[in-house]
Structures are given as structure tokens and as C-alpha cells.
């Protein structure tokens, strides 16, 4: 190695609070961004692009927003005055040469990034630390080019880059730890979250947040419940921002699909990471969301046009009374709300109530030995201060769903009813993102509470995925995902071994330590 530098220990020197100049590859949305929150952290900025024009463009953009912000009164003039001159537009890669950091931006093509990546490493100091963007593509892979690994990381921000506040810090195989703290405090200083994360498919956002998507069309294609209905459940019930669908039309399914290919078949073809063959004829067919103005739903102008119905809306009289399969005290307040008179004795004629954790209709009515054909099943799992879930078994008595479904309506709360399925909507939904963040923090990929703090910046997750498991109770995840596999017979709803053990202990998702 040049100056006898040890590639293993060889790692940045400059002092990231001091003054940096960045170099950035790439002139598109992801590295227009970048350049902002790099000169709103008081560093010199280089940018490069092939395309002239773009690049032109990427500088006007970037001053433009930063005029914004002082019209918004989140810069002062002066600010803007200081940052302006530090953004330079390079003509080369000549221009890297005096980077102290030089962070590759460009689409997500392997063979274009290793030419970039080697044509930085020719241009810059030994003590310079090369990063990529990279959201997908693996860190170890990408190193292979590079004569100095140990000063190569990922650093993966998210788009909007000025307003998503997490970026990963990825570990290469070979990334020494002097670079993975230099760029701990670079991300600091760009005003981002750092989170460190260990190399693998999808990293850990991309990864985790498979199992809220596919999942939801694991719903949709065993015609349990329509997309509205879906995605009503897990914003009202569940407090997420978006429904599943709504997520994937505003990401869009030419970056959906391919993300969760890639981070399938880089773990194996795991099933907990399996998606539909409607989710793929919605790409191939381009279909991609809101871009193109049909997704899952339709748009104009941006805006949702059509949707399937949220709500069931009963046409009889309530119920008054109903029985008790198995009492508990959550379902006896459920009652109360919903004006329902718990009746001592069942009469052969009442609606059976109950609230099955995991299991469908029929196995709950089968397990019990009772009438299936008046059971009438809800989900108390989630909140239902806004909406309830209902669910029959097949060839149950409609009539009295529908009842009980007007005494919840009487309530002032919606009403979403689906086909029989082990887990409702939000058992199903809550459970599979709860276990694998739990998957994620068995194999390490990052600490517990890194894993929910970059699930919530990442994905505006109202809790990270081991927060919620303790939220709704870590023995009710593990008895849903347990019943679930059972009844299904599909590996899918394989507990994580971290769930399992934290669970029969009794201890926190977020508890670290031997797994």
C-alpha cells in the first residue's frame, strides 16, 4: 500500500467537526439533498454528474431550497449568504481530489457504481473515506473494487433527504471502526439520526419494513379484506400514518417490488419475507402507484379517485344482549361500550361473543365446542376507540353479525367486516412486523433500540417493531404467530427465537444481552 498505510487499520483523520469539503456523485434527487444538508452543516460541497444539464439543474435546485428556507424564517440571510459559495460543481473527478469525504449517489446499478467507486479511489487521498448510498446493493459487494476497504462504508440516507432525519451507517466486512465513528459524526453534523448497521439485503429499514407490506397483500390475496379496509384498520386500530397500500402507491412498485425481491432472495427465500404474484403484476404491468396514476388505487392530480369500501354499514336494529364464550374483562368493557347486556345463560338463540388472539372463527368455534354459526368474533388486540373489526366463521348467521355490528355503529365507531382469517387484520399485521424486528435484533443486524429508532424515522412507524411487541404484550405476539402457524401451516408466522425466549421470560423486546 502507498506510505505503508495497513489497508485493514487505514482509516479517516480529519476531525469531522472541523472544516470538510464533501464530494458528492451524482446530481439527482438523492444527491441534491445530500449537498443541502451538507452545506446546512457548514461543509464545502463538491458536486459531480456525466450529464451537464442535470447537474446544472441539481445547483439551482439546491440554492433555490435554501432561499426557501430563509423565507420561511429557518435560515437567516447570512446563513445563506456563507453557504452559497461552498457549493462548487465539479468538471472531473479531478475535483475529489482535496475531499476529505466523497459519498457515491448514483441509481442503483452495480457495475455503474464499482466503475465510480474505482474511479474515486484513483482520485482521492489515502486518508479519504469513501461512502456509497446505496439502499439495496451490498456493502461486501461493492468493496471488492476498492484496493482500501477498511475506509468504505454505506451511508444510507432516505429520501427527502432535508426532512428524513435517519441515514444508516452501514458496516462493510472490512469497514474499520475509525471510519464507522467518523461517519457517525458526519451524519450528526448533516443534522441527520445515525444508526449503525451491519451489511445484508435491504439493510435494516428496507428490510424491516417488508413485513407491513407484504403481509397486507398477503391479506388482500386470500380475499380476507379489500385494500381501503386494510389500510383503515391499521391507521384507526393501529395509529400508523399511511395504510400498507397507500405506502406502497406513494413509494411506488418499480422501488417496492424490486427492494423486496432482492431482500427475499438475499435471505434465502425466508417466507417471512415472501410477497404476492399480484405485487409483481402490478410492476410488471406498470402500475406503479401515484407516479403513474394507478397503483393499487387510482389517482388524479395526485389525489386518491377511487377506493373500495371502508365501512360496513348495518341496515337492522342492534343487538341488546349477547353470551360470553370465554369472559375477560376486556371483553365484558367492550360490551359496556357497545350497549351490549352480557347474558348469564346462553338460550340457544343469543350471538356468541368473543375475542380470539391468532386463531380464526372456525378453530375458535371448533376448540370451544359451540355453535359456529352464532359466533361472532372482534378484535381487542388494537385500539377500537375509532374502529372495530368483525369476523364470522363461513355459513354463520349473518343476521346476527350484522347486529352486532349496529350496536358498535350506535357507539359512534366504524365498522370493518371481514372473511374469517386466524388473526384479523391488525393481529396479523402487528404480529409479523413485531417479529421481525425481533429477527433483526436476533441476527444483530443493529442494537434493539437502533432497530425501532430507525424504523420510526425511516418509516414514520408510530413504535419500532420491538416497542411494539411490548406494547401489546410480547406472549400475545408469540401466541398469534404460534396459532397462526399452526392453522396456516406456513412458515411465514415462525416466531423469532428472540420473541420466543423474551417472551417465556418475561422480559423486554429491547433487552439485549445473550439471545
Not at 250 to 259: A, C, I, R, S
Not at 370 to 390: N, Q, Y
Not at 481 to 503: E, F
Amino acid at each position: 500500500m502507498p506510505n505503508g498505510c495497513n489497508e485493514d487499520r487505514c482509516a479517516m483523520t480529519a476531525d469531522p467537526a472541523k472544516d470538510l469539503r464533501v464530494g458528492i456523485i451524482g446530481a439527482g434527487a438523492m444527491g441534491q439533498g445530500i449537498a443541502q444538508v451538507a452545506l446546512m452543516g457548514r461543509m464545502q460541497v463538491v458536486v459531480l454528474d456525466n450529464n451537464q444539464k442535470a447537474l446544472t439543474t441539481a445547483g439551482k435546485t439546491v440554492e433555490a431550497r435554501l432561499v426557501r428556507l430563509v423565507e420561511k424564517g429557518q435560515l437567516d440571510r447570512q446563513q445563506l449568504a456563507n453557504m452559497v459559495p461552498q457549493l462548487h460543481l465539479g468538471a472531473g473527478y479531478e475535483d475529489l481530489s482535496g475531499c476529505d469525504v466523497v459519498i457515491e449517489a448514483i441509481y442503483e446499478n452495480v457495475e455503474a457504481k464499482l466503475q465510480v467507486l474505482e474511479e474515486i479511489e484513483r482520485v482521492v487521498a489515502e486518508t479519504c473515506i469513501i461512502a456509497t448510498n446505496t439502499s439495496s446493493i451490498s456493502i461486501a459487494k461493492l468493496a471488492n473494487v476498492l484496493a482500501k476497504k477498511a475506509r468504505f462504508a454505506g451511508l444510507h440516507f432516505f429520501n427527502p433527504v432535508p426532512l428524513m432525519k435517519l441515514v444508516e451507517v452501514v458496516k462493510g466486512p472490512e469497514t474499520s471502526p475509525e471510519t464507522m465513528n467518523f461517519l457517525d459524526a458526519l451524519g450528526k453534523r448533516f443534522g441527520r439520526t445515525p444508526v449503525a448497521v451491519k451489511d445484508g439485503p435491504g439493510f435494516l429499514v428496507n428490510l424491516g419494513g417488508r413485513a407491513y407490506t407484504t403481509e397486507a397483500l398477503a391479506i388482500l390475496q386470500e380475499g380476507v379484506a379489500s385494500r381501503a379496509q386494510i389500510d383503515a384498520v391499521m391507521r384507526e386500530c393501529c395509529g400508523f400514518r399511511m395504510g400498507p397500500f397507500e405506502l406502497m402507491d406513494l413509494t411506488g412498485m418499480d422501488v417496492n417490488y424490486p427492494v423486496t425481491k432482492i431482500v427475499y432472495e438475499g435471505y434465502g427465500h425466508d417466507a417471512r419475507l415472501r410477497t404476492t404474484p399480484f405485487h409483481q403484476t402490478l410492476f410488471e404491468a406498470g402500475l406503479w402507484g401515484r407516479k403513474t396514476g394507478h397503483g393499487h388505487f387510482h389517482y388524479e392530480d395526485g389525489k386518491k379517485v377511487e377506493q373500495d369500501t371502508e365501512d360496513f354499514v348495518p341496515g337492522c336494529a342492534p343487538a341488546e344482549k349477547c353470551f360470553l364464550v370465554e369472559p375477560s374483562a376486556g371483553l365484558e368493557e367492550f360490551c359496556r361500550t357497545a350497549g351490549l347486556e352480557i347474558a348469564p345463560v346462553d338460550d340457544g338463540q343469543l350471538p356468541l361473543l368473543a375475542a380470539p388472539l391468532g386463531e380464526d372463527a372456525t378453530a375458535f368455534g371448533l376448540r370451544c365446542g359451540i355453535d359456529h354459526k352464532r359466533l361472532v368474533t372482534v378484535d381487542l388486540l388494537a385500539d377500537t376507540d375509532k374502529r372495530v373489526t368483525l369476523m364470522m366463521a363461513p355459513g354463520a348467521d349473518a343476521d346476527l353479525g350484522e347486529k352486532i355490528a349496529a350496536a358498535i355503529a350506535n357507539s359512534g365507531r366504524r365498522v370493518t367486516a371481514i372473511k374469517d382469517s386466524t388473526g384479523f387484520i391488525a393481529q396479523r399485521m402487528c404480529a409479523v412486523v413485531a417479529n421481525l424486528g425481533c429477527e433483526m435484533a436476533q441476527n444483530n443486524l443493529a442494537a434493539p433500540e437502533g432497530i425501532d429508532l430507525a424504523m420510526r424515522l425511516g418509516l414514520n412507524y408510530p413504535r419500532g417493531p420491538l416497542e411494539l411487541a411490548d406494547f401489546l404484550g410480547a406472549k400475545n405476539i408469540l401466541e398469534i404467530l404460534t396459532r397462526m402457524q399452526a392453522l396456516s401451516g406456513d412458515d411465514r408466522y415462525r416466531p423469532s427465537p428472540w420473541l420466543r425466549r423474551r417472551a417465556d421470560l418475561g422480559m423486554s423486546m429491547l433487552v439485549g444481552g445473550y439471545s
